[in-house]
């Protein structure tokens, strides 16, 4: 039987830029191509989790504009349950605008939108789920209300990083962060009473337990096209494999495979993995 995961988080269109150098402040370069997809990190996640098998039911808002059903488009053919988002009037839908370098590293700022209308009235909407997993493009409040109405696995994957409660850091059960967001929470990270996740790209992945290393998993051999959405795959991998019971290190390398497969297409949302998908990879010697 399917788990049930319910994803508070963003929504938005990415409009992409690739192909050229990532340009430095005050610089203009030239030479990429355009495409536009949907994505946001937590539409990203709840379309991860989706595809790898789980019932998803997603909170979020956009914007009244000509946008929103773009960026809602292959969550709804796919079947995830929308119920929880909300059209807000005069806002517009969420936009990332992204640089992806030939090497596939990515620059990406998000113009909020109707992201930053995600409530607690909203949150207060999603169905009782066997996990609930959250990141940080929405307003703190809505993910402290997802966390106090959690009866399952809470997991926050801490991004973009930013302030936020000690209470969120100390009793989260589950917190995926990358290098960078690990540096920026430090010390505070080793506080919490559940798992921490730091994920390591080409150096695998770190499993804490009470501040001390519990696990590892190393990095499947890729080659990278463009790594937006990775941390988005890895998440919700995470979060399913450890709803359906899997133990805390096959977790760990059933999220590293599904990471692994997403930054070998382009875009955030087409490059997210299938179950079967991340089954072959797991089963190759
Ligand atoms: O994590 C990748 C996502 O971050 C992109 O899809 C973009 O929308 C931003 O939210």
Redesign the pocket.
């Known amino acids: 039987m399917s788990v049930r995961i319910g994803i508070v988080g963003?929504i938005?269109?990415?409009l992409v830029a690739s192909g050229a150098p990532l340009p430095a402040p005050g610089e203009t370069v030239t030479g990429a191509s355009f495409a536009r997809?949907?994505?946001?990190?937590?539409?990203?996640q709840a379309l991860a989790a989706r595809r790898l098998g789980a019932d998803v039911t997603m909170v979020g808002c956009v914007g009244d504009d000509g946008l929103a059903e773009s960026a809602l488009s292959i969550l709804r053919a796919e079947g995830v349950d929308l119920t929880g988002v909300e059209t807000v009037k005069d806002q517009a839908t969420?936009?990332?605008l992204?640089a992806v370098s030939p090497d596939g590293e990515?620059q990406?700022i998000?113009a909020s939108g109707a992201n930053a209308c995600v409530s607690e009235r909203l949150v207060s909407k999603m169905p009782d789920c066997d996990a609930i997993l959250c990141?940080l493009?929405v307003p703190i409040d809505a993910v402290m209300a997802a966390f106090e109405r959690s009866k399952g696995l809470f997991a926050v994957n801490l991004?973009?990083a930013m302030d936020v409660p000690d209470q969120l850091l100390a009793e989260a059960d589950l917190i995926i962060v990358n290098g960078g967001e690990a540096a920026f929470y430090g010390e505070k990270l080793l506080q919490n009473k559940g798992r921490v996740v730091v994920t390591l790209g080409k150096d695998g992945a770190m499993l804490y337990e009470n501040g001390k290393v519990a696990g590892s998993a190393p990095a499947f051999d890729v080659t990278a096209v463009d790594t937006?959405?990775?941390?988005?795959t890895f998440s919700a991998a995470l979060v399913v494999a450890l709803a359906e019971g899997q133990d805390p290190e096959s977790a760990l390398r059933f999220a590293s495979a599904a990471a692994a497969l997403a930054v070998t297409k382009a875009g955030?949302?087409p490059s997210l993995p299938t179950r079967s998908e991340v089954e072959t990879l797991l089963a190759k010697p």
């Open positions: 963003s938005n269109l990415d997809h949907p994505g946001g990190k937590g539409a990203n969420g936009v990332a992204i990515n990406i998000v990141q493009e991004a973009p937006t959405g990775a941390g988005d955030a949302q």
